[in-house]
């Protein structure tokens, strides 16, 4: 929205860019593309491997959706480990980040398919556990988070005091 918004206010979306000069806008593509292409190849990866969990376990309709539930909270979990070690332990190459953050783990979690779930489950009369499994979903996945988060720092603090 705050990008939206700066456009309809005619201001510029990035005041180091001034978009008018060629080689500026030359340079900000240029700088793009190999975001674009890490968050590309990692959401394909990360999408894919989502796909496969959804077919080694299919979720009957009008049932609890385990095998999406079980890889938000694996994903969560993954990210706040990753997030600890990219910003705390190692000082990753600048695509890491988009590729394995962004791209894999954006692509393996899937919060569209969740509330899909959620609709389905309200739409076919199954309204309980769609409630169970939207306020599951989200205790788990920021419990995850937050615990593997703490976890991975507490690690981290215990190998550097041995």
Do not use: K
């Amino acid at each position: 929205m705050g990008e939206a918004r700066s456009q309809v206010l005619g201001e510029p979306t990035d005041p180091d860019v001034d978009l008018h000069v060629p080689a500026q806008r030359r340079e900000l593509r240029r700088g793009q593309w190999p975001i674009i292409a890490a968050v590309a190849l990692g959401g394909a990866i990360g999408a894919s491997a989502r796909y496969g969990a959804s077919l080694l376990w299919p979720t009957a309709p009008g049932t609890f959706p385990w095998t999406t539930l079980v890889v938000n909270v694996i994903g969560c979990g993954v990210i706040g480990m990753f997030m600890v070690i990219i910003t705390d332990v190692w000082a990753a190459h600048r695509l890491v980040r988009p590729f394995f953050g962004t791209g894999v783990l954006g692509g393996f979690t899937t919060f569209s398919t969740y509330a899909v779930d959620v609709q389905r489950l309200v739409d076919g009369r199954h309204a309980a556990t769609g409630l169970a499994y939207l306020a599951a979903t989200m205790l788990a996945a920021l419990a995850t988070v937050w615990a593997t988060a703490n976890l991975t720092r507490r690690v981290i603090e215990w190998r550097e005091h041995r």
